[in-house]
């Protein structure tokens, strides 16, 4: 099995920062691409960022330009540096990674708990 764990996220004023941060952990034989995604209360999940194993990276319009997304393959770490924050980025925030097993080899999709950031002054 596969564990993602995301932190970082916390309560900011307008025009504040965070960084999230998401710790893939278990079974782990390689990882494609992580991501972000988030989920406002009541409206569907939507993308943020992704990030291929080599570093390509993919933004929602929305956030282009204030966030960034980045990732350490060796700790199977990614990250999302989050500038310039508004109110409507309020959300809850997942991390997403595609994964090869370790045991099995099998790829799947993996998603974490989840963890809150509210802009808000």
């Known amino acids: 099995q596969v564990q993602l764990v995301e932190s970082g996220g916390g309560l900011v004023q307008p025009g504040g920062s965070l960084r999230l941060s998401c710790a893939a952990s278990?079974?782990?034989?390689?990882?494609?691409?992580m991501g972000w995604y988030r989920q406002a209360l009541g409206k569907p999940r939507e993308l943020v960022a992704t990030i291929t194993s080599d570093g390509i990276t993919n933004y929602a319009d929305s956030v282009k330009g204030r966030f960034t997304i980045s990732r350490d393959n060796a700790k199977n770490m990614a990250y999302l540096q989050m500038n310039s924050l508004k109110p409507e980025d309020t959300a809850a925030y997942y991390c997403?990674?595609?994964?090869?097993?370790?045991?099995?080899?099998?790829?799947?999709?993996?998603w974490g708990q989840g963890t809150q950031v509210t802009v808000s002054s």
């Open positions: 278990g079974s782990i034989f390689s990882i494609n691409a």
């Open positions: 997403n990674a595609n994964v090869r097993s370790s045991s099995d080899y099998t790829r799947k999709n993996y």
